[in-house]
């Protein structure tokens, strides 16, 4: 007998193996047509529940995030240009000054009602504090800065405030300096002052070293039952409270009319050809004397295209060192091994014109 053909296996003439793959194909036919009305519960993928399902996603979407880069914070440039906000706005200035300070604050009003002499309750950053007209008021011109307002006018009951304030501040000074010396801290009382309204006590003192007062601060806050500030100054400004007379007879400058001090260099004492002597050229506080820092830029000018002292010049055919000048009469020294001789600056330099010295 001929046997039926096979080809991949199947033999053409068995028909199960036909029915057999007609069910598969039927098969495939129904998961198609059941994708194409119900596409979201057939994925190609095995049924799952939906919580599982929800679970699943959550969990992508966790890994997601994780795998996402970590930005830097951006820093943005400050920008110059950019307006700030301005404070507020007054209609007129006024001029002050406390006690016996000559330094001049500013301060905003609406009224001008305020005249030079009159006594006012002003704004400070210490507190209320009680000052002194010491100007006509101006038109306020805004520019951005903010300054405090003059509170009111001072009334009787101010300015007997303020008197006794000053006599509570005294006995303030006596208490705070037996603290001191009870606590056995190195710092030396100069002053005390109470804020107009008494919320406040300023103590100023000078120490050599910086000083651990919370102890101080602790038992004076105890006495006082109010704010208390100590505030360290250095010797100049002890001059400056203080007072004094100088070398040449007249009061301080610091207390005359000095409000900040400058820097004062042993240099200056060199350009004014003075001696060299610390003790001479110190004034009240130990420090320069401030008079060198007012006369330094005459004293350049004066000197302006001159020699320095001690260096080497022809005159008449020799050869002199230049031993003293007084540039105020413009006389010079100079002298060498046989001669010794007083020149005026004419004399010895008329190339220079020293009309306008």
């Known amino acids: 007998m001929n046997q039926p053909e096979e080809k991949n296996g199947i033999s053409k003439g068995n028909p ?7 069910k598969h194909h039927d098969r495939g ?11 979201k519960q057939h994925d190609g993928k ?10 699943r996603q959550e969990v992508k979407k966790e890994v997601k995030q994780e795998q996402k880069p970590v930005q830097k914070p951006e820093h943005k440039k400050p920008n110059h240009n950019e307006r700030k906000p ?11 000054s406390f006690k016996d300070s000559k330094k001049i604050y500013t301060f905003g009003t609406d009224v001008d009602e305020y005249r030079v002499g009159d006594d006012v309750v002003v704004e400070t950053i210490r507190g209320l504090e009680l ?11 805004s520019n951005g800065m903010e300054i405090k307002p ?16 000053v006599e509570k501040a005294a006995k303030a000074m006596e208490i705070c300096a037996e603290c001191i010396r009870k606590l056995g801290l190195d710092m030396n009382l100069i002053e005390a002052e109470y804020t107009l309204d008494c919320s406040k006590i300023i103590f100023v003192y000078v120490a050599d070293e910086r000083v651990d007062f919370r102890e101080l601060l602790k038992e004076l806050a105890s006495i006082f039952k109010c704010r208390i500030e100590l505030r360290q100054i250095g010797p100049r400004n002890k001059s400056k409270i203080i007072g004094g007379l100088g070398t040449c007879g007249m009061e301080t400058c ?28 110190s004034g009240q506080c130990g420090k320069l004397m401030c008079c060198l820092k007012f006369e330094d830029s005459q004293y350049k000018r004066l000197r302006e295209g001159l020699p320095k002292m001690n260096s080497q010049i022809e005159y008449k055919g020799s050869r002199y060192r230049i031993t003293s000048m007084n540039v105020l009469l413009q006389q010079v020294k100079i002298e060498n091994k046989e001669d010794v001789q007083f020149l005026s600056f004419k004399e010895l330099w008329p190339d220079i014109d020293f009309s306008d010295r």
């Open 46 to 55: 095995p049924n799952m529940k939906p919580e599982a399902k929800d679970m």
């Open 131 to 141: 000052g002194k007209i010491v100007k006509e008021t101006e038109t306020f011109l």
């Open 16 to 22: 199960n193996q036909k029915q057999d793959k007609r």
């Open 29 to 39: 036919f129904d998961q198609k047509r059941d994708m194409k009305h119900h596409p």
């Open 86 to 96: 301005e404070g507020r706005v007054y209609k007129y200035i006024a001029f002050v």
């Open 150 to 165: 003059i509170t009111r006018k001072a009334t009787e009951r101010d300015l007997k405030q303020a008197q006794e304030n």
């Open 254 to 281: 610091c207390s005359r009319f000095m409000n900040d001090f400058d820097v004062v260099s042993i240099n200056m004492a060199k350009n004014q050809l003075l001696a060299l002597n610390i003790q001479k050229l």
